[in-house]
């Protein structure tokens, strides 16, 4: 025993000193937080935010240029400001804000965005900048039909997804059917339509389509939790961000700057100096022009992609034809809006951080592929064989004699396919809206939140698409012409 107790006596001032000499991180050790030292180094602060939800956040015509306005976008500008960084918009689908947070690709959603149980579980909110009540919405001819939350047995109430105004259909308007839709002018439209007959918004929101579209009133109905508290959400562990945010917030509410900020929202949402083609002509035009280069870079690498597919799926090695049946079958067998989030949001999770564009047009390319590869292969199956044994036998590669006498033929019979694919992908680009690509979708909901009109900036957007895809069908019917008679 007093051997112990003599080891013990001469071992411990060492292990004191030892551990003195550690990096031992204790309760009041410096916070780091590599969010916010990463904006700093930056020099830029980027903030997402889903620009159809006026006054919020909503595309408008400042010094005849397209600008995202918004006392949101007053806020982010305020945060920037005291950071004494430059402000970056993100535009994004609401339903893509969170993904976009959490692999980096934002550093604060600012979207009118409540703190709930289930965010919180992945995110972090600041202090609230702002309480809404929130309220119901129904046609004019229906006001004395709804009264409480009682009166809702069987109906459906729009709501927009992953929002509190969801959850409260569900809680508190006893029976209704909630149908959940992405975007607020899309719900408007389904109320106008009677295809729901009630819309839960928040107050903001809701009074200026109310102001905007004679034949919709509020409702009498009032809810037990209608107030909801409006804050940012970032990434979890960045304590001095949050620090930072929260005395913006501050700042912002000890100065009643806010109200300076929806004053001056307010303003350029009635701005009607100008029809809707002079207005909003521009967002088509653009939104155009994304569309079309989006399913050329789609087909072109997509066409490159499915000939190397059809080749390997043709091999005589077991390991190729393997592969390319795995892609193949993957691909087709799941949806186009699986692989964008893939795409974009995985390539964030493994370091890489594609634009929106770019990761559109990766994810189109890569989809394209897929079918093309069984159109490539389709057309050189259909070229007969002997003309393949015909070219080995005047001394001809196997290479040599794809390249110069069977792809020629093939490719004859599959341009028609080919030119489908292609009238395919322009339509099936207008997903890629949903991680903030500006095509054609995309730009007519940011028309939908700017002018209120939830109707006619699709109906522009359908004329448009049918330009687009009956112009390239009667040009490649001309190719197919041509090549035909030159055989």
Same mark, same amino acid.
């Given at each position: *025993? ?26 009041? #050790? ?11 180094? !930056? ?69 009118? *965005? ?74 408007? *439209? ?17 009074? #200026? ?77 653009? =939104? ?13 690498? =997509? ?17 190729? !034809? ?113 991680? =903030? ?11 939908? =939140? ?23 069908? !009667? ?7 041509? *090549?035909?008679?030159?055989?």
């Amino acid at each position: *025993m007093k051997t112990w107790k003599k080891f013990f006596t001469l071992i411990l001032p060492v292990l004191i000193v030892v551990l003195s000499l550690l990096p031992i991180k204790t309760a009041f #050790a410096e916070e780091t937080d590599a969010v916010y030292d990463k904006i700093m180094d !930056r020099g830029e602060l980027i903030v997402g935010l889903s620009a159809d939800y006026a006054p919020y956040e909503f595309h408008a015509n400042v010094d005849g240029k397209d600008t995202i306005v918004g006392f949101d976008v007053a806020i982010a500008q305020k945060i920037a400001d005291d950071l004494g960084v430059d402000l970056k918009i993100e535009e994004l689908g609401f339903d893509a804000l969170l993904g976009a947070l959490k692999t980096g690709k934002i550093d604060l959603i600012i979207s009118g *965005m409540a703190p709930t149980v289930e965010r919180l579980k992945e995110v972090d909110f600041s202090t609230a900048y702002m309480d809404v009540q929130q309220r119901v919405i129904v046609r004019k001819e229906d006001q004395d039909t709804f009264k409480t939350t009682d009166d809702f047995e069987g109906i459906k109430v729009g709501v927009q997804k992953q929002s509190t105004q969801e959850e409260l259909a569900k809680n508190e308007l006893t029976g209704s059917i909630p149908t959940s839709l992405q975007k607020v002018p899309d719900i408007i *439209m389904n109320l106008k339509n009677k295809k729901v007959d009630a819309v839960i918004l928040e107050g903001p929101v809701a009074e #200026a389509y109310v102001d905007r579209n004679d034949d919709l009133v509020f409702a009498d109905v009032e809810f037990v939790e209608g107030e909801k508290q409006t804050a940012i959400a970032m990434a979890k562990n960045t304590p001095i961000l949050k620090e930072r945010v929260n005395a913006s917030i501050q700042t912002i509410k000890d100065n009643n700057l806010l109200d300076g900020y929806k004053k001056d929202a307010a303003a350029l949402m009635f701005e009607d100096n100008e029809n809707f083609i002079q207005k909003y002509g521009r967002f088509y035009l653009n =939104g155009a022009g994304y569309t079309i280069f989006l399913a050329f870079i789609g087909v072109l690498f =997509g066409g490159i992609l499915g000939g190397i597919l059809a080749l390997m799926k043709l091999s005589k090695s077991k390991i190729l !034809r393997a592969l390319a049946i795995i892609y193949i079958e993957y691909v087709r067998g799941t949806p186009l809006l699986v692989q964008i989030f893939i795409v974009y949001f995985g390539t964030g999770v493994l370091g890489l951080d594609l634009s929106k564009l770019a990761a559109g047009c990766i994810a189109l390319s890569l989809n394209s592929g897929a079918y093309v590869a069984e159109i490539v292969r389709a057309g050189i199956n259909a070229v007969n064989k002997g003309q393949l044994e015909a070219a080995r036998s005047l001394g001809m590669t196997q290479p040599q004699a794809m390249r110069y006498i069977i792809l020629p033929q093939a490719i004859k019979n599959i341009l028609p396919a080919l030119g489908n694919e292609f009238v395919t992908v322009i339509k099936e680009s207008s997903v890629v809206s949903v991680i =903030g690509v500006s095509e054609l979708i995309f730009q007519a909901g940011n028309v939908q =939140g700017a002018s209120f009109k939830p109707f006619l900036p699709y109906l522009v957007v359908s004329l448009i698409y049918f330009v687009l895809t009956f112009t390239i069908s !009667r040009l490649l019917g001309v190719a197919e012409r041509r *090549m035909s008679t030159s055989d």
